[in-house]
């Protein structure tokens, strides 16, 4: 019986088999990806997916698909749907039995879509963005003759490069036509709006409309490449990504000087860093070996998530907090992929479990930094006279040590000792509390008769107990015990004298192995002051000190390390006592650990090469890998949204199932394979043949026939035509008025802000208007309070940055005119504008034309010009007889008097009007 | 302007399939197309009434039960008063005579174990209610004598008396309070409102806060921040100082008149633009320059009390020349009146540690009281009059409860009276559209540290809120980093025994 069952089984897959690829001949196959997973994402993966497996069917991996369900046997049948559970459920009228539960059944054509599909085999297929980057054919264009250069043929002159080749070739799919390259003076402004930021000057124009020769566009193109403002402009764009802010968020937001970050990523940008060596740089600089201070600042980005100095709180649930909006930011930033969902569960659409996110986790979960108020560890910059004696203590290692090899290491790590002051242990590990507290949920404290452990401690070599700390009590005394509260005394320290916080050297005697220590506090003067200690540290002693006393070199160390200094937060890993294990958190909740987890990556992507360190740097090679699908896209797709305005994937944040599918995924790979091969990860490389593209140049009005058959320019038959950033709006506008300062890097600045926009409920810190060229910088310097953000940034879009924002959704509000309107910034602008545009002629008709021409670089057309004109004239009859308000409104700190006017006025009000305009707003 | 607006029309239905930011919306995101937009893009089920678009990220409930029709909305509009720091409902609403009874004996170690408090340490003593309290009114409400005049409008008021939190500490509470989330980052509730219905003025901002006691609340602009919802549901900040809306004033020197001659110039170099080049946008940008060019009056017109009789300052007791809570009660009357969406209030001050004669409950809270009492019942009469009651819900709380215990902070005696954050119990009340007038809802032990019967959470309170307004907080969603995102994150019950 059984063995017929099985026979008759086997013949029926056989004749199955042999039916299918029968009919295959007649019917296309049925694509997994387009046209299955579309319609299992809508309709049944909600109950039978990653969060529910209702009667435990799961259609998100194949396994479980064929896998038998609750009844028993599997729902899906490959090669035969009308056994198959699934399609019966679809099918049936009763409504309690039939699928999609609750919900209208599907059409006919879908049932007979997944009916096709199971009858060829059920196979599955991998969503495209996770399958390797290979790279696709370029479409040919025009005829055999023309691509041979021997006949003439409209496409074929259009294109100028590859990427001319892909759109085209859809273009003509839709009947569509490309449009004519733009003026140049629309192309100057344009290409250099996309890669500095900057509008051009009127000579940089009227260079190029006077260049002849065949490659003056791309002559333009290499010179914006190499302008500084380049990295300016780019920056801009990676800050919203890396949540960069000059405060640390949450309720008190407090200041955080993390600038040097900001200005690597000038540097970076300006140095075409290719993006590679770039995101490793960021993700794991300080793994590096022998790292640079660049490479270590560049580790900042991951610094950027926010701190929590409030009172109460728990150092180690924020903590955890930013190692996680540090995974998720990877995904989001690196690999387009929204990792966020299966910190609580499986992935409901994506091919990821649970498990595989504290796994990643893992990864960045051995940080030293611990949401502790200081924001360490950060990189120490000494003053010039702090750096000598740096220099001094080097010097003196190196002849104190006899090998140069043993020298080396030394000076490395007491280098690394007073660079970083790093490693330690915070307080608020200390436990085991009598008569002590956390104050304000922070720092260690305890008053007289006091105690606390510190635990497992290896002392074995390192006989210097380093601590920080501060009281207000006199002549207490902190007794040091190993492996109990009575234990063998290592040290008796007097507490500091009141005032400052101070870091003390105490000499320990020599003690091998890991132990408990135990802090006792006697405090018999004032036994209700606290003693606080901020972290301790176990060190080796330096070469040619004393074991057993402080010594001179000592000394200096100490100096060094209470020394004042600019510091910027950087990431750090732990290592012996101070590495961390990684647990699941049960349904995303950090206080429920689960099992506990080893780093690694997620088994839908290609695994990790067994040479590569299982830490951050393994992973940030791993990410760059030729063999990632994902990293190159998402990269290509970000550079190309901000040129056109929207990428070939729209949903730039999710490449994933749940993404919108991409307009030209050919394009897509071609670009991203071209990126990673031939360019090598230069993105200045990639930009270039962007901008060269006869697509990019294309002028961007439009026909009724392009609106009709393509109303969003999704297959770009025209230019792009978007709104500038809040970035470029703002620095236009003081470009054109030449007020624009040149100067770079540095502290951020704080221009004129209208009163009362920062309320800090405690600390009280305040905006302090900058002075001189400060006034004036770009807005990518501006100062970026999380709570508080410049408010005119805000209004044209920028996010609050207290996590990464992947895409900025273009808003069109009234607000945004009140800006550009009546914003103090934008009138200083006008009536710099309006100076100069009287200084360029007499006549209104002429001043007006000059004023245009210094903002569009091209003429204004007689309608619009006669506009400005009649506003002028009105205005300059108004201030005329009302030279008061000429006062009010030119009557500003550094105006010049003598040059008051009823004509500026009027001027102004021009001008005020042309940085308005819609063109002049816009990236035409 | 009637040519403009059908050139908008038109060349917002061209444009039917954009996903600008709704996948399925059309035209730009000008506030004036908003209502509109959002009538016809059916972005939360609209498409399909049947769909549980949030079904995918939620624990499964019961797989078969009905799903909830969309509801005719009781309350076209809010005002949410928000006592930033939190009052003490011991001494105001939810009267304990069992606690004075222990007024000064050492805390039983069971409250105390296990438990967190930002500021409690070692054993603290029990403190009785400061207030003297009476039933008031045909409901027979329990209010002390610290609110002498809200006395005479509670049956008018439906009081939650056993709400709870899960964070004890200002801003994550707040935070929780205003955006269903503790953590920075989510768009708060009168951003959904407005992301949901639009508004109703095209003249003023569909979401409204106004400050007063001298600071923003702890949790700073994020409470009335749009989150991940695009920027233009962020709630405007009308501020006491300055330009009621930032840079709604001319520049000095421009008069109106110039303005509008701008605005002009602006709009016909704009509509050339169009002609040439027809990118729909340039359409949406002028109306948004006309749209700015009304605000700039309407926002002035609408803050200016001046125009108030003086009757009705009396009874708000408001000096016109000072910014105040009364000041901003006043000003919430006439921005709902004038078709404001959400109106939201803060008042700083109401953090009653016993830390300072202001930051006590027998001083400072009382003050609060007298500061605020007059104001309030004064806009509950005040829009009962107008009719406006009816179709106008007022939310009235702080992020969390007081302790009934006295704060001793460090384990030291304070000077003053006061009481530590409490997140097990608190009083919110509700009035105006669709809740029951004079009702109590929910019941807190005999010391008042624990809800005992119908406790209400935040996440419920605001699906509460949402629902009287006419959604299913379930449905409310937006797709932001890979998933449907609501208010009431994976929770929410409404109140039911509350509505009318």
């Known amino acids: ?783 970026w309070k999380r709570t508080a953000p410049y408010p005119s940034m805000v209004t044209f879009d920028s996010p609050s940055r207290e996590f990464c924002q992947l895409r900025r959704l273009r808003t069109n509000t009234p607000l945004q005119a009140l800006v550009t309107l009546n914003d103090p910034v934008y009138v200083e602008a006008a009536e710099h504008l309006a100076s100069y545009m009287r200084s360029q002629g007499q006549t209104p008709e002429q001043q007006i034309q000059a004023g245009f021409r210094q903002v569009m670089l091209r003429d204004l057309p007689p309608k619009k010009l006669a506009v400005l004109v009649r506003l002028y004239r009105a205005t300059e009859q108004y201030y005329r007889q009302k030279p008061g308000e000429v006062d009010k409104l030119l009557d500003r700190p550094g105006a010049d008097c003598s040059a008051v006017s009823p004509q500026l006025a009027a001027l102004t009000v021009t001008a005020n009007t042309m940085l308005n305009l819609d063109e002049v707003i816009t990236k035409e | 302007m009637n040519k403009l607006i059908q050139e908008l029309q038109q060349a917002a239905a061209e444009r039917e399939t954009r996903r600008h930011f709704l996948h399925t919306c059309s035209t730009g995101l000008g506030a004036m197309a908003l209502s509109s937009v959002l009538g016809s893009c059916g972005f939360f089920g609209k498409e399909n009434p049947q769909s549980n678009a949030v079904g995918s990220a939620l624990p499964s409930g019961e797989p078969t039960a009905p799903h909830p029709s969309q509801y005719i909305p009781k309350a076209k509009r809010i005002i949410y008063i928000h006592m930033a720091g939190s009052p003490s409902q011991l001494e105001l609403f939810d009267y304990k005579p069992e606690l004075a009874k222990y007024n000064g004996k050492d805390c039983p170690q069971a409250l105390l174990e296990g438990k967190k408090f930002a500021f409690i340490r070692g054993t603290p003593k029990m403190l009785g209610p400061q207030g003297k309290f009476a039933q008031r009114g045909q409901s027979g409400a329990w209010v002390s004598d610290y609110m002498p005049h809200l006395q005479g409008v509670v049956d008018d008021i439906s009081f939650l008396k056993a709400m709870h939190t899960d964070q004890f500490n200002h801003a994550p509470a707040q935070l929780l309070m205003h955006t269903g989330s503790a953590r920075l980052g989510r768009p708060s509730m009168g951003s959904w409102v407005t992301y949901g219905l639009g508004t109703e003025n095209d003249n003023l901002p569909g979401y409204i806060v106004l400050a007063s006691g001298g600071k923003q609340p702890d949790a700073g602009k994020s409470v009335w921040g749009s989150g991940f919802l695009p920027t233009v549901y962020q709630g405007v900040q009308c501020r006491t100082d300055g330009d009621p809306v930032l840079f709604a004033s001319d520049p000095s020197g421009i008069s109106r008149d110039i303005r509008k001659q701008t605005i002009d110039a602006i709009s016909q170099i704009n509509q050339q633009q169009y002609d040439e080049v027809k990118d729909p946008e340039i359409l949406t940008r002028i109306a948004q320059y006309e749209l700015a060019f009304r605000m700039q009056m309407s926002v002035p017109d609408a803050m200016d009390i001046k125009s108030e009789p003086q009757y009705m300052l009396d009874s708000y007791g408001v000096d016109p020349n000072k910014g105040s809570f009364a000041r901003n009660c006043l000003l919430a009357r006439r921005l709902v009146e004038r078709g404001v969406r959400f109106v939201q209030l803060f008042d700083w001050g109401w953090d009653t540690h016993g830390t300072s004669a202001d930051g006590s409950i027998d001083i400072g809270l009382k003050a609060k009281c007298q500061e605020s009492d007059q104001a309030v019942a004064a806009l509950l009469n005040d829009l009962k009059q107008r009719g406006l009651l009816e179709d106008t819900l007022v939310v009235w709380g702080g992020e969390f409860g007081r302790t009934p215990m006295q704060e001793n902070r460090d384990g030291q005696t304070l000077p003053f009276m006061g009481r530590d954050h409490h997140l097990e119990a608190f009083t919110v009340w509700m009035a105006g559209g669709g809740v029951k007038k004079g009702f109590s809802f929910g019941e807190t032990d005999d010391i008042g540290y624990y809800g005992v019967k119908d406790k209400v959470h935040i996440h419920d309170l605001q699906a509460t809120i949402l629902h009287l307004l006419g959604f299913d907080h379930t449905k409310l969603t937006y797709q932001f980093q890979g998933r449907p995102f609501r208010l009431t994150d994976v929770a929410g019950k409404i109140v039911k025994p509350i509505l009318a």
């Not at chain 1, 497996?53 to 046997?73: I, N, T, V, Y």
């Not at chain 1, 051009?200 to 010179?223: G, H, I, M």
């Not at chain 1, 280098?415 to 009598?434: A, C, G, M, W």
């Not at chain 1, 600045?749 to 208007?769: A, N, R």
């Open chain 1, 1 to 783: 019986m059984k063995t017929s069952w099985v026979l008759f089984g086997a013949l029926g897959i056989g004749t199955t088999v042999m039916l299918s690829s029968f009919l295959g001949f007649f019917e296309k196959r049925v694509d997994y990806n387009t046209q299955v997973k579309p319609l299992l994402n809508k309709n049944c993966i909600v109950c039978h997916g990653g969060v529910k497996k209702a009667s435990d069917f799961s259609l998100l991996f194949k396994h479980e698909a064929l896998a038998p369900a609750k009844s028993g046997k599997p729902a899906i049948i490959p090669g035969d749907a009308d056994a198959s559970e699934m399609i019966r459920r679809l099918t049936l009228s009763d409504p309690d039995e039939r699928m999609p539960l609750d919900h209208p059944a599907l059409k006919p054509d879908e049932i007979d879509l997944l009916r096709k599909w199971i009858d060829q085999g059920a196979e599955w297929g991998d969503h495209w963005a996770y399958q390797p980057v290979q790279k696709p054919e370029v479409p040919k264009i025009g005829t055999l003759w023309s691509r041979l250069g021997i006949a003439e043929n409209d496409e074929t002159n259009w294109a100028t490069n590859e990427i001319d080749h892909f759109i085209l070739d859809k273009l003509k799919q839709d009947g569509l036509k490309p449009s004519p390259e733009a003026d140049r003076a629309t192309l100057i402004r344009r290409v250099s709006l996309d890669l500095t930021g900057l509008p051009p000057t009127e000579k940089e124009a009227a260079d190029f409309l006077a260049d002849k020769s065949a490659n003056a566009y791309e002559k333009v193109v290499d010179r914006l490449l190499r302008s500084p403002a380049y990295g300016e402009r780019w920056t801009g764009m990676w800050l919203d990504l890396a949540r960069y802010a000059d405060t640390k968020g949450y309720e008190r937001d407090p200041g955080r000087k993390i600038w040097r970050y900001r200005d690597w990523l000038i540097k970076a940008f300006n140095e075409d860093k290719p993006f590679d060596q770039f995101t490793i740089e960021q993700l794991a600089g300080d793994l590096l070996p022998n790292p640079t201070d660049d490479q270590l600042v560049a580790t900042g980005f991951h610094r950027n998530t926010m701190t929590n100095d409030e009172g109460g709180t728990q150092d180690e649930e924020f903590r955890t907090a930013a190692v996680i909006d540090r995974v998720n930011t990877t995904w989001d930033v690196f690999q387009g992929t929204t990792f966020a969902c299966i910190q609580c569960h499986s992935h409901p659409y994506d091919p990821f479990t649970h498990d595989e996110y504290y796994k990643y986790l893992a990864f960045f979960n051995n940080t030293r930094d611990e949401d502790v108020t200081s924001d360490t560890p950060t990189l120490r910059f000494y003053k010039p006279a702090d750096s000598l004696k740096v220099l001094d203590l080097q010097q003196y290692i190196a002849s104190a040590v006899p090998t140069p090899k043993q020298a080396q290491a030394t000076i490395a790590q007491v280098t690394h000792l007073l660079r970083t002051v790093e490693p330690k242990i915070n307080s608020h590990d200390f436990d085991q509390y009598v008569n002590a507290s956390l104050l304000d949920a922070k720092y260690f404290g305890f008053q007289d008769k006091g105690s606390c452990r510190i635990k497992n401690v290896t002392l074995t070599g390192r006989p210097r107990l380093l601590i920080k700390w501060g009281t207000k009590a006199t002549n207490a005394t902190v007794t040091l015990r190993q492996d109990k509260p009575d234990g063998p005394i290592l040290a008796q320290i007097p507490t500091p004298k009141p005032g400052k916080d101070t870091v003390q050297m105490i000499a320990l005697p020599a003690v091998q192995g890991r132990h408990n220590l135990y802090l006792s506090l006697n405090s018999p003067e004032k036994p209700k002051d606290w003693v606080q200690i901020k972290w301790v540290a176990f060190t080796p002693v330096l070469p040619g000190q004393p074991q057993n006393a402080i010594g001179e070199k000592d000394k200096l160390l100490l100096e060094l390390l209470n020394a004042d200094a600019e510091q910027t937060p950087i990431m750090l890993d732990g290592s012996g006592d101070l590495v961390r294990e990684t647990h699941i958190f049960e349904r995303g909740n950090w206080m429920v650990k689960g099992k506990r987890v080893s780093p690694d990556v997620p088994k839908s992507f290609p695994a990790m090469e067994p040479k590569l360190p299982k830490n951050r740097l393994g992973l940030a090679r791993w990410i760059v890998s030729r063999e990632h699908p994902l990293t190159a896209r998402v990269a290509v797709n970000r550079f190309w949204e901000q040129l056109f305005g929207t990428g070939i994937v729209e949903t730039v944040e999710d490449m994933g199932t749940q993404g919108i599918q991409p307009t030209h995924r050919e394009l897509l790979d071609y670009l991203a394979a071209e990126f990673m091969e031939t360019d090598q990860w230069s993105v200045k490389k990639l930009l270039k043949r962007m901008v060269l593209s006869a697509t990019y140049r294309q002028q961007s009005s439009a026909t009724p026939e392009m609106l009709a058959k393509d109303p969003f320019n999704k297959l770009l038959a025209r230019g792009p035509r978007v709104r500038l950033s809040a970035e470029a709006v703002h620095d236009q506008a003081l470009a054109v008025s030449k007020l624009l300062s040149q100067k770079m890097y540095g502290p951020s600045v704080m221009p004129i802000q209208p009163d009362g926009i920062w309320q800090s409920p405690y600390d009280g810190e305040s905006w302090k208007q900058s002075t001189g060229e400060d006034l004036h910088r770009r807005a990518l310097y501006t100062y």
